[in-house]
Protein backbone atom coordinates (compact mmCIF):
# COMPACT_ATOMS: atom_id res chain seq x y z
CA UNK A 1 0.00 0.00 0.00
CA UNK A 2 1.55 3.53 -0.89
CA UNK A 3 2.73 5.54 1.99
CA UNK A 4 0.42 8.28 1.15
CA UNK A 5 -2.57 6.18 1.70
CA UNK A 6 -3.34 7.30 5.74
CA UNK A 7 -3.31 11.02 4.92
CA UNK A 8 -5.27 10.77 1.99
CA UNK A 9 -7.91 8.55 3.03
CA UNK A 10 -8.56 10.66 6.41
CA UNK A 11 -9.03 13.59 4.37
CA UNK A 12 -11.95 12.15 2.26
CA UNK A 13 -13.22 10.90 5.57
CA UNK A 14 -12.61 14.03 6.97
CA UNK A 15 -14.32 16.10 4.08
CA UNK A 16 -17.79 16.29 5.65
CA UNK A 17 -16.09 18.03 8.98
CA UNK A 18 -16.45 21.16 7.08
CA UNK A 19 -19.63 23.63 7.93
CA UNK A 20 -20.13 25.11 4.75
CA UNK A 21 -23.79 26.23 3.61
CA UNK A 22 -25.81 25.11 0.45
CA UNK A 23 -28.08 28.17 0.14
CA UNK A 24 -27.06 31.51 -1.43
CA UNK A 25 -27.07 34.49 1.31
CA UNK A 26 -29.39 37.24 0.90
CA UNK A 27 -27.78 40.27 -1.12
CA UNK A 28 -24.28 38.73 -1.91
CA UNK A 29 -23.59 37.09 -5.38
CA UNK A 30 -25.56 33.54 -5.32
CA UNK A 31 -21.86 31.45 -5.15
CA UNK A 32 -21.56 33.17 -1.57
CA UNK A 33 -22.90 31.01 1.08
CA UNK A 34 -22.60 30.49 4.63
CA UNK A 35 -18.93 30.12 5.86
CA UNK A 36 -18.07 29.66 1.74
CA UNK A 37 -18.65 29.49 -1.59
CA UNK A 38 -20.77 26.89 -4.24
CA UNK A 39 -20.75 26.40 -8.01
CA UNK A 40 -22.84 28.43 -10.22
CA UNK A 41 -25.11 25.80 -10.86
CA UNK A 42 -26.22 24.59 -7.14
CA UNK A 43 -27.14 20.89 -8.63
CA UNK A 44 -23.65 20.17 -8.88
CA UNK A 45 -22.41 17.81 -6.37
CA UNK A 46 -19.03 15.98 -5.71
CA UNK A 47 -19.38 12.16 -5.50
CA UNK A 48 -20.44 10.76 -1.89
CA UNK A 49 -17.79 10.38 0.46
CA UNK A 50 -17.92 6.45 0.08
CA UNK A 51 -17.17 6.68 -3.83
CA UNK A 52 -14.40 9.34 -3.01
CA UNK A 53 -12.94 6.61 -0.15
CA UNK A 54 -13.61 3.74 -2.89
CA UNK A 55 -11.25 5.70 -5.46
CA UNK A 56 -8.79 6.69 -3.25
CA UNK A 57 -8.24 3.26 -1.65
CA UNK A 58 -8.10 1.73 -5.43
CA UNK A 59 -5.19 4.62 -5.99
CA UNK A 60 -3.20 3.72 -2.59
CA UNK A 61 -2.87 0.20 -3.90
CA UNK A 62 -2.34 1.03 -7.29
CA UNK A 63 1.22 0.46 -8.87
CA UNK A 64 3.95 3.33 -9.79
CA UNK A 65 2.90 4.54 -13.70
CA UNK A 66 4.83 6.27 -15.98
CA UNK A 67 4.66 9.17 -18.09
CA UNK A 68 6.19 10.25 -21.28
CA UNK A 69 6.17 13.69 -22.00
CA UNK A 70 8.29 15.68 -24.96
CA UNK A 71 10.29 17.70 -23.52
CA UNK A 72 12.23 21.05 -25.29
CA UNK A 73 15.67 22.33 -23.42
CA UNK A 74 14.77 25.78 -22.19
CA UNK A 75 17.96 27.33 -20.44
CA UNK A 76 15.54 30.42 -19.92
CA UNK A 77 18.10 33.01 -21.43
CA UNK A 78 15.50 33.95 -24.30
CA UNK A 79 12.43 34.62 -21.68
CA UNK A 80 14.84 36.83 -19.94
CA UNK A 81 15.96 38.85 -22.97
CA UNK A 82 12.09 38.92 -23.93
CA UNK A 83 10.83 42.08 -23.23
CA UNK A 84 7.73 42.74 -25.31
CA UNK A 85 7.12 39.58 -27.31
CA UNK A 86 3.97 37.58 -26.20
CA UNK A 87 4.99 34.04 -25.34
CA UNK A 88 3.82 31.10 -23.35
CA UNK A 89 6.26 28.26 -22.13
CA UNK A 90 4.58 24.98 -20.17
CA UNK A 91 6.64 24.13 -17.08
CA UNK A 92 4.71 21.27 -15.86
CA UNK A 93 1.14 20.24 -15.30
CA UNK A 94 -0.51 23.75 -14.36
CA UNK A 95 2.28 25.93 -14.26
CA UNK A 96 2.19 27.89 -17.30
CA UNK A 97 4.67 31.10 -17.87
CA UNK A 98 3.04 34.09 -19.76
CA UNK A 99 4.74 36.88 -21.38
CA UNK A 100 2.87 39.77 -22.52
CA UNK A 101 3.43 43.52 -22.48
CA UNK A 102 6.24 43.34 -21.16
CA UNK A 103 4.87 41.54 -17.55
CA UNK A 104 6.07 38.13 -16.92
CA UNK A 105 3.11 35.96 -15.66
CA UNK A 106 2.74 32.61 -13.59
CA UNK A 107 -0.34 30.12 -13.07
CA UNK A 108 -0.32 28.01 -10.54
CA UNK A 109 3.47 27.53 -9.79
CA UNK A 110 5.00 23.70 -8.53
CA UNK A 111 8.47 23.67 -8.74
CA UNK A 112 8.33 20.82 -5.65
CA UNK A 113 8.61 17.19 -6.22
CA UNK A 114 5.14 16.19 -4.92
CA UNK A 115 1.92 17.44 -4.90
CA UNK A 116 0.79 17.11 -1.02
CA UNK A 117 0.96 18.17 2.56
CA UNK A 118 3.88 15.92 3.38
CA UNK A 119 7.07 15.98 2.09
CA UNK A 120 7.54 12.38 2.39
CA UNK A 121 4.75 11.19 0.67
CA UNK A 122 1.83 11.48 -1.60
CA UNK A 123 1.63 12.26 -5.53
CA UNK A 124 5.39 12.58 -6.91
CA UNK A 125 6.25 14.45 -9.37
CA UNK A 126 6.66 12.24 -12.84
CA UNK A 127 8.99 14.93 -14.87
CA UNK A 128 11.39 17.55 -13.97
CA UNK A 129 9.91 21.09 -14.93
CA UNK A 130 10.50 22.31 -18.31
CA UNK A 131 12.22 25.00 -17.06
CA UNK A 132 14.09 25.45 -13.66
CA UNK A 133 13.43 27.48 -11.16
CA UNK A 134 16.66 29.31 -11.62
CA UNK A 135 16.48 30.56 -15.31
CA UNK A 136 12.98 32.38 -15.00
CA UNK A 137 13.02 35.58 -16.00
CA UNK A 138 11.67 38.12 -13.03
CA UNK A 139 8.10 37.38 -12.06
CA UNK A 140 5.78 39.95 -11.55
CA UNK A 141 2.72 38.90 -11.31
CA UNK A 142 1.41 35.25 -10.25
CA UNK A 143 -2.55 33.79 -10.51
CA UNK A 144 -3.54 31.21 -8.01
CA UNK A 145 -6.79 29.27 -9.74
CA UNK A 146 -7.60 27.44 -5.94
CA UNK A 147 -6.15 25.90 -3.19
CA UNK A 148 -5.29 22.12 -3.80
CA UNK A 149 -2.23 21.12 -3.35
CA UNK A 150 -1.20 20.29 -7.02
CA UNK A 151 -1.99 24.07 -8.06
CA UNK A 152 -0.73 26.05 -4.71
CA UNK A 153 2.37 24.63 -3.56
CA UNK A 154 3.76 26.67 -0.22
CA UNK A 155 7.10 26.31 -0.65
CA UNK A 156 7.34 27.03 -4.19
CA UNK A 157 5.16 30.59 -3.53
CA UNK A 158 6.97 31.06 -0.61
CA UNK A 159 10.46 30.91 -2.57
CA UNK A 160 8.98 32.94 -5.50
CA UNK A 161 7.99 35.63 -2.89
CA UNK A 162 11.62 35.18 -1.64
CA UNK A 163 13.34 35.79 -4.76
CA UNK A 164 10.98 37.85 -7.13
CA UNK A 165 9.07 39.44 -4.56
CA UNK A 166 6.02 39.17 -7.40
CA UNK A 167 1.95 40.60 -6.68
CA UNK A 168 -0.45 37.38 -6.10
CA UNK A 169 -3.31 37.69 -7.43
CA UNK A 170 -5.85 35.00 -5.57
CA UNK A 171 -9.39 34.04 -5.55
CA UNK A 172 -11.30 35.06 -2.44
CA UNK A 173 -10.48 33.35 0.96
CA UNK A 174 -6.84 32.73 -0.26
CA UNK A 175 -5.27 36.31 0.93
CA UNK A 176 -5.36 35.56 4.48
CA UNK A 177 -3.72 32.24 3.60
CA UNK A 178 -1.01 33.68 1.82
CA UNK A 179 -0.56 36.41 4.46
CA UNK A 180 -0.09 33.47 6.82
CA UNK A 181 2.83 32.30 5.17
CA UNK A 182 4.48 35.55 5.03
CA UNK A 183 3.30 36.84 1.54
CA UNK A 184 1.91 40.17 1.81
CA UNK A 185 1.67 41.50 -2.17
CA UNK A 186 -1.85 39.78 -2.46
CA UNK A 187 -4.51 41.03 -4.67
CA UNK A 188 -8.33 39.20 -3.80
CA UNK A 189 -10.87 38.77 -6.27
CA UNK A 190 -14.49 37.37 -6.21
CA UNK A 191 -15.75 36.02 -9.90
CA UNK A 192 -15.70 39.14 -12.23
CA UNK A 193 -13.35 40.79 -10.35
CA UNK A 194 -10.41 42.75 -11.91
CA UNK A 195 -7.08 44.10 -11.25
CA UNK A 196 -5.00 46.29 -13.56
CA UNK A 197 -0.98 45.40 -14.16
CA UNK A 198 1.47 46.50 -16.51
CA UNK A 199 -0.98 47.99 -18.75
CA UNK A 200 -2.89 44.55 -18.41
CA UNK A 201 -6.29 43.41 -17.10
CA UNK A 202 -6.46 40.60 -15.02
CA UNK A 203 -10.12 39.15 -15.09
CA UNK A 204 -11.14 36.23 -11.83
CA UNK A 205 -13.81 34.36 -13.88
CA UNK A 206 -15.73 31.42 -13.06
CA UNK A 207 -14.87 27.98 -12.66
CA UNK A 208 -16.82 25.16 -11.56
CA UNK A 209 -14.60 22.99 -8.96
CA UNK A 210 -13.89 23.11 -5.60
CA UNK A 211 -11.50 23.72 -2.60
CA UNK A 212 -9.82 21.83 0.19
CA UNK A 213 -6.66 21.96 2.00
CA UNK A 214 -7.37 19.86 4.73
CA UNK A 215 -10.63 17.83 6.62
CA UNK A 216 -11.73 20.77 7.66
CA UNK A 217 -12.23 23.81 5.24
CA UNK A 218 -13.54 22.33 1.94
CA UNK A 219 -15.37 24.89 0.09
CA UNK A 220 -13.90 28.01 2.54
CA UNK A 221 -11.93 29.50 -0.27
CA UNK A 222 -13.04 30.32 -3.88
CA UNK A 223 -12.07 28.87 -7.04
CA UNK A 224 -11.45 30.22 -10.10
CA UNK A 225 -9.94 30.51 -13.54
CA UNK A 226 -8.33 33.75 -15.04
CA UNK A 227 -8.58 35.74 -18.24
CA UNK A 228 -5.77 38.38 -19.13
CA UNK A 229 -6.92 40.76 -21.70
CA UNK A 230 -3.65 42.67 -23.26
CA UNK A 231 -3.84 45.61 -25.91
CA UNK A 232 -3.81 43.04 -28.44
CA UNK A 233 -4.04 39.55 -27.10
CA UNK A 234 -6.20 37.66 -25.12
CA UNK A 235 -5.27 34.93 -22.69
CA UNK A 236 -7.47 32.39 -20.70
CA UNK A 237 -6.54 29.88 -17.79
CA UNK A 238 -8.93 27.27 -16.84
CA UNK A 239 -7.12 26.04 -14.02
CA UNK A 240 -9.50 22.99 -12.49
CA UNK A 241 -12.70 23.21 -13.47
CA UNK A 242 -15.81 20.75 -15.00
CA UNK A 243 -17.52 21.51 -18.21
CA UNK A 244 -20.33 23.92 -17.21
CA UNK A 245 -22.13 27.25 -19.02
CA UNK A 246 -20.23 29.38 -17.87
CA UNK A 247 -17.19 28.96 -20.55
CA UNK A 248 -19.82 30.80 -22.73
CA UNK A 249 -20.43 33.30 -20.75
CA UNK A 250 -16.63 33.88 -20.00
CA UNK A 251 -16.85 33.94 -23.70
CA UNK A 252 -19.21 36.64 -24.77
CA UNK A 253 -18.05 38.95 -21.82
CA UNK A 254 -14.20 38.78 -22.14
CA UNK A 255 -13.79 36.88 -25.19
CA UNK A 256 -12.57 36.39 -28.03
CA UNK A 257 -9.45 34.84 -26.37
CA UNK A 258 -5.99 34.29 -28.69
CA UNK A 259 -4.78 31.71 -26.28
CA UNK A 260 -6.45 29.21 -24.24
CA UNK A 261 -4.54 26.60 -21.73
CA UNK A 262 -6.90 23.99 -21.18
CA UNK A 263 -6.41 21.46 -18.38
CA UNK A 264 -6.84 18.08 -20.22
CA UNK A 265 -6.34 15.33 -17.67
CA UNK A 266 -7.53 13.57 -14.81
CA UNK A 267 -10.93 12.77 -16.07
CA UNK A 268 -11.55 8.81 -14.54
CA UNK A 269 -13.26 7.51 -13.21
CA UNK A 270 -16.13 9.28 -14.32
CA UNK A 271 -18.18 9.35 -11.00
CA UNK A 272 -15.43 10.79 -9.18
CA UNK A 273 -13.93 13.89 -11.76
CA UNK A 274 -17.12 14.26 -14.41
CA UNK A 275 -18.28 17.49 -12.41
CA UNK A 276 -14.82 18.89 -11.54
CA UNK A 277 -12.57 18.24 -14.29
CA UNK A 278 -12.78 18.28 -18.13
CA UNK A 279 -12.28 15.36 -20.59
CA UNK A 280 -9.85 16.11 -23.67
CA UNK A 281 -12.88 16.26 -25.88
CA UNK A 282 -14.81 18.69 -23.26
CA UNK A 283 -12.05 20.90 -23.25
CA UNK A 284 -12.06 21.60 -27.09
CA UNK A 285 -15.71 22.44 -26.55
CA UNK A 286 -14.82 24.60 -23.75
CA UNK A 287 -12.20 26.55 -26.25
CA UNK A 288 -15.17 26.52 -28.25
CA UNK A 289 -17.29 28.37 -25.92
CA UNK A 290 -14.71 30.93 -24.87
CA UNK A 291 -14.48 31.61 -29.01
CA UNK A 292 -11.07 30.69 -28.89
CA UNK A 293 -8.06 31.02 -31.48
CA UNK A 294 -5.69 28.88 -29.95
CA UNK A 295 -6.04 26.01 -27.62
CA UNK A 296 -2.72 24.36 -25.45
CA UNK A 297 -3.46 21.30 -23.50
CA UNK A 298 -1.80 21.25 -20.27
CA UNK A 299 -2.76 19.36 -16.73
CA UNK A 300 -1.23 15.84 -17.82
CA UNK A 301 1.77 14.13 -17.28
CA UNK A 302 3.33 15.68 -14.28
CA UNK A 303 1.19 14.06 -11.37
CA UNK A 304 -0.34 11.15 -11.26
CA UNK A 305 -3.66 11.87 -9.97
CA UNK A 306 -6.41 9.88 -11.86
CA UNK A 307 -7.37 6.73 -13.16
CA UNK A 308 -7.10 7.15 -17.23
CA UNK A 309 -3.55 6.40 -18.90
CA UNK A 310 -1.05 8.83 -18.18
CA UNK A 311 -0.11 9.51 -22.02
CA UNK A 312 -3.73 9.25 -23.15
CA UNK A 313 -5.28 13.00 -23.09
CA UNK A 314 -3.00 14.44 -25.68
CA UNK A 315 -4.11 11.83 -27.73
CA UNK A 316 -7.87 12.74 -27.42
CA UNK A 317 -8.05 16.29 -27.13
CA UNK A 318 -5.77 16.20 -30.52
CA UNK A 319 -8.02 13.56 -32.26
CA UNK A 320 -11.42 15.72 -31.32
CA UNK A 321 -9.79 18.98 -32.75
CA UNK A 322 -9.27 16.95 -35.79
CA UNK A 323 -12.72 16.09 -35.86
CA UNK A 324 -14.07 19.39 -35.75
CA UNK A 325 -11.66 20.48 -38.61
CA UNK A 326 -8.97 22.67 -36.96
CA UNK A 327 -5.72 23.13 -38.75
CA UNK A 328 -2.75 21.75 -36.66
CA UNK A 329 -1.68 24.82 -35.06
CA UNK A 330 -4.83 26.03 -33.85
CA UNK A 331 -4.46 23.00 -30.88
CA UNK A 332 -1.68 22.08 -29.44
CA UNK A 333 0.30 19.83 -26.78
CA UNK A 334 3.54 21.92 -25.73
CA UNK A 335 6.40 19.84 -24.94
CA UNK A 336 7.68 20.41 -21.47
CA UNK A 337 9.54 23.78 -21.76
CA UNK A 338 8.33 24.46 -24.83
CA UNK A 339 8.08 28.00 -25.87
CA UNK A 340 5.43 29.54 -28.17
CA UNK A 341 5.05 32.58 -29.51
CA UNK A 342 1.39 33.64 -29.86
Known amino acids: ???????????????????VGSEPIAGEPPHHVEGG????????????????FKFMWSRAWASARESHVPRRPND??????????????????ATVLLQLQGVNLL????????????????????????LAFEDL?????????????DHLDVATVKRLHAVHDPVFV????????????????????????????????????PAQHFSQRSPWDANTRLWASWAVLGADRRFYFSGDTGYFAGFR????????????????????????MRSIHLTPEQA??????????????IHWGTFDLAEEPLDEPPTRMLAEASRRGYAPDRAVIPALGETRRW
Open 1 to 19: MRLYARPLLLAVLGASCAA
Open 37 to 52: FRNMDPTVQRASGAAR
Open 76 to 93: GAGLRANHMEPTVTWIGH
Open 107 to 130: TDPHWSRRASPLSWAGPKRLQEPG
Open 137 to 149: PPIHVILISHDHY
Open 170 to 205: VPLGLKAWLQGEGISRVVELDWWGAVEHGGLRIFCT
Open 249 to 272: EIGEKLGPFDLTAMAIGAYMPPAI
Open 284 to 297: VQAHEDLRGKQLVG
